[in-house]
């Protein structure tokens, strides 16, 4: 096994020299950064120690992917968190799978950025490597690699394109639910009266409504973090929706017999028959029913801490971003004190 080993210069280059078995060797790690120079001394190190256990090549990307999948990801996210990761990782893999993991650099890291905005949105991209990023971590962890070259990548490079929000109006809306099957049409209408992301209804339980009280527990939410929402709001009444929902068991089943899978693009297909019917329907995405059902809600006078907690943001200055769509006294009604 190697000696710890050491830094010198050359000049302005550092060298690196490491003992193994008695035997000194010494090469040049070709930077003059002393801090890359000890991570480069460190990463050579490494690959010692795994030839001298018997391992000297380091596995592919391919592979440690599948390892991260089986081994990682069903302990440590949820389930939805893992497909998304998945995916990412399978459009990498593709690229970069038969690379050795411990060969990836922020040039390696910059090269697929660019192969992939040809055909990718900027967002698409940042999903990728937050994947990416998450499997270098284990790689860490597991001796492979000695850094992660993504926590010194800038992002900031790959800047999201936010489009104006543009909500649909109700008749718009009302002629989408007329045109769904009849479980889509509920959980549109509830995500328009509501405001809950889509997978909280689309996975919402006859358990996790109290009619006395007339409210929604939520407990399998984005963050993990349970939370009670009204059926009346400024914003909107769902108590018709659920009214006839069980006490038990899911709420919403489809044709199939069971909770809908992809919710958004089975009902993208049905808004886009709409749409080439209909030209004065306006094509929206299910997402854009929460961003009309907030703007409602402070429009009515909802307060901005209140719609904050109702809609499940980590902070305010998420929801904050519903105020450039009100009038400036709609504004000041929004944001006069806390609740």
């Not at 950064?33 to 391919?62: H, Q």
């Not at 599948?66 to 459009?91: D, F, G």
């Not at 709001?233 to 108590?239: I, K, L, M, V």
Request: glycine share 6%; aromatic share 6%.
């Amino acid at each position: 096994m190697p000696d710890k080993g050491y830094l010198y210069k050359r000049g302005n280059t550092y060298w690196g020299r490491i003992r193994v078995d008695g035997v000194e060797s010494g090469r040049t790690l070709r930077t003059s950064n002393e801090k890359e120079a000890r991570r480069r001394l460190k990463g050579w190190i490494l690959k010692v120690e795994r030839a001298a256990l018997g391992s000297p090549d380091c596995p592919t990307l391919k592979e440690v992917t599948i390892r991260w999948a089986t081994e990682v990801l069903p302990k440590a996210v949820k389930p939805a968190v893992a497909r998304r990761y998945l995916s990412s990782m399978r459009q990498i893999v593709d690229t970069l799978g038969n690379i050795p993991v411990d060969t990836i650099t922020q040039t390696t890291i910059s090269g697929y950025a660019s192969q992939r905005s040809h055909v990718a949105s900027n967002a698409t991209i940042r999903r990728d490597l937050t994947a990416l990023s998450r499997l270098l971590a284990c790689c860490v962890a597991w001796g492979l690699r000695t850094d992660n070259p993504l926590r010194v990548y800038d992002r900031s490079l790959l800047r999201e394109r936010r489009d104006p929000i543009q909500p649909p109006d109700p008749a718009e809306i009302a002629k989408v639910i007329a045109a769904a099957p009849p479980a889509m049409a509920r959980i549109l209408a509830l995500l328009d009266q509501t405001g809950m992301r889509e997978n909280e209804a689309v996975m919402l339980e006859g358990q996790d409504i109290d009619r006395l009280r007339d409210h929604i527990r939520l407990t399998r939410t984005k963050t993990n973090r349970p939370r009670v929402i009204n059926l009346v709001t400024p914003g909107g009444d769902a108590r018709a929706i659920v009214a006839q929902a069980p006490t038990i068991g899911p709420v919403f089943i489809s044709a199939l017999g069971r909770p809908y899978r992809n919710f958004a693009s089975q009902a993208r297909i049905v808004i886009a028959r709409v749409c080439e019917a209909d030209p004065t329907v306006r094509r929206f995405r299910v997402h854009d029913l929460r961003h009309g059902f907030a703007i409602r809600a402070l429009q009515a006078g909802m307060n901005i801490y209140s719609l904050s907690r109702h809609l499940g943001h980590t902070s305010v200055k998420t929801t904050e971003i519903y105020l450039a769509y009100l009038a400036e006294s709609e504004q000041a009604g929004a944001q006069a004190g806390l609740p």
